[in-house]
T-cell receptor, first 115, second 115 residues
Framework: ETGVTQTPRHLVMGMTNKKSLKCEQHLGHNAMYWYKQSAKKPLELMFVYSLEERVENNSVPSRFSPECPNSSHLFLHLHTLQPEDSALYLC??????????????FGPGTRLLVL | AQSVTQPDIHITVSEGASLELRCNYSYGATPYLFWYVQSPGQGLQLLLKYFSGDTLVQGIKGFEAEFKRSQSSFNLRKPSVHWSDAAEYFCAVGARGGSQGNLIFGKGTKLSVKP
């Protein structure tokens, strides 16, 4: 799905590093999401933004910090991560949150390895 | 609270054979229902969705799914599997009337296709 792009595709970082994941959607959507996908676990919703306002934060540790400067861009700032944070981080967007959920379109993900 | 169960972790079928992937959900009313597919190293691609109306839903790549309220199921089917269908398949449930865009995903079913 080329409508949602994510960079970088792969990232290796030490526990003391600071890095950022970027997501951009070219679909004209108003809602954006961050998910974490770990092996053998269901997708975990981390953050939801609608019209640049955060509407959901599912008890995510403060070492993950989202930023949504406009409706097309979403960032996930990372600092002092732990090895258990290694996972595939997926970004998604939807037209809006109408009726509680709009069809979500996903990016290819960033594979993160924390050493 | 909503939940999604995909009872089969891994299924292997022969190319050309029919396929059915099971999905059961728990929700107090009629939910929004989705099937996504994920190829290795990729994000999730929407196969099909059910919001209302006809309970038999057609999707991309020759897939279909049937919503059965009495069984709380939304099974995915394909009459003839192709080698390129090998991937992981995720069923997801969304709540009607909410405001947060949450989707609850199952743990996924990995499909292998034998030549």
């Amino acid at each position: 799905e080329t409508g949602v792009t994510q960079t970088p595709r792969h990232l290796v970082m030490g526990m003391t590093n600071k890095k950022s994941l970027k997501c951009e959607q070219h679909l004209g959507h108003n809602a954006m999401y961050w998910y974490k996908q770990s092996a053998k676990k269901p997708l975990e919703l981390m953050f939801v933004y609608s019209l640049e306002e955060r509407v959901e934060n599912n008890s995510v540790p403060s070492r993950f910090s989202p930023e949504c400067p406009n409706s097309s861009h979403l960032f996930l700032h990372l600092h002092t991560l732990q090895p258990e944070d290694s996972a595939l981080y997926l970004c998604a967007s939807s037209q809006d949150l109408t009726g509680g959920v709009g069809t979500q379109y996903f990016g290819p993900g960033t594979r993160l390895l924390v050493l | 609270a909503q939940s999604v169960t995909q009872p089969d972790i891994h299924i292997t079928v022969s190319e050309g054979a029919s396929l059915e992937l099971r999905c059961n959900y728990s929700y107090g009313a009629t939910p929004y229902l989705f099937w996504y597919v994920q190829s290795p190293g990729q994000g999730l691609q929407l196969l099909l969705k059910y919001f209302s109306g006809d309970t038999l839903v057609q999707g991309i790549k020759g897939f279909e799914a049937e919503f059965k309220r009495s069984q709380s199921s939304f099974n995915l089917r394909k009459p003839s599997v192709h080698w390129s269908d090998a991937a992981e398949y995720f069923c997801a449930v969304g709540a009607r009337g909410g405001s947060q865009g949450n989707l609850i995903f199952g743990k996924g079913t990995k499909l292998s296709v034998k030549p």
